[in-house]
């Protein structure tokens, strides 16, 4: 496999789950970014100035901003870091927190740092660590998020 790599200016991209029902795993945009590039069009390293679209199915669920986002070499995760915010408008809702690792084949977010969610005007937290669904629906923290939802 032959990989190059590139330092781009503004733009974005998808990346999408493998087989055959290919749907879109999320959605980065960056104002600049330090990327490898495959043969095959898969792309990682890191991008700045961030924001972007989580999925559920192969639908939009929540947008991100985020200072940096790392992009996996292996699997599809997804790494945001430094003041990152993620919101749902249905139901509105919003999480912010130092970092999230988004795991887009098991569709859960694990928040870490100074976590606070906000839902129907009520702020908890802030909290050590928080999981979520794309859609912002489902959270709480790791252990009460996965005896409830089993992730």
């Known amino acids: 496999?032959?990989?190059?790599?590139?330092?781009?200016?503004?733009?974005?991209g998808t990346r999408?789950?493998?087989?055959?029902?290919?749907?879109?795993?999320?959605?980065?945009?960056?104002?600049r970014a330090d990327l490898n590039a495959s043969e095959e069009g898969e792309f990682y390293g890191t991008a700045y100035d961030v924001s972007g679209t989580f999925f559920k199915g192969a639908q939009a669920a929540s947008t991100f901003r985020a200072k940096r986002?790392?992009?996996?070499?292996k699997g599809n995760t997804l790494e945001l870091l430094g003041g990152v915010s993620?919101?749902?408008e249905r139901?509105?809702?919003?999480?912010?927190?130092?970092?999230?690792i988004w795991d887009?084949?098991?569709?859960?977010?694990e928040a870490r740092g100074n976590v606070r969610f906000t839902a129907d005007d009520v702020v908890?937290?802030?909290?050590d660590a928080f999981r979520f669904s794309p859609e912002l629906n489902?959270?709480?923290?790791?252990?009460?998020?996965?005896?409830?939802?089993g992730k």
């Open 16 to 31: 999408y789950s493998s087989g055959k029902n290919r749907r879109p795993l999320w959605t980065v945009r960056w104002n």
């Open 91 to 100: 139901p509105p809702s919003k999480l912010e927190c130092d970092s999230v």
């Open 104 to 109: 887009p084949e098991r569709e859960v977010g």
């Open 138 to 149: 489902a959270a709480g923290t790791p252990g009460i998020f996965g005896k409830r939802y």
């Open 1 to 12: 496999m032959l990989e190059q790599a590139v330092r781009t200016s503004a733009a974005e």
């Open 124 to 127: 908890i937290g802030p909290f």
């Open 69 to 73: 986002a790392v992009i996996a070499q």
């Open 86 to 88: 993620v919101q749902s």
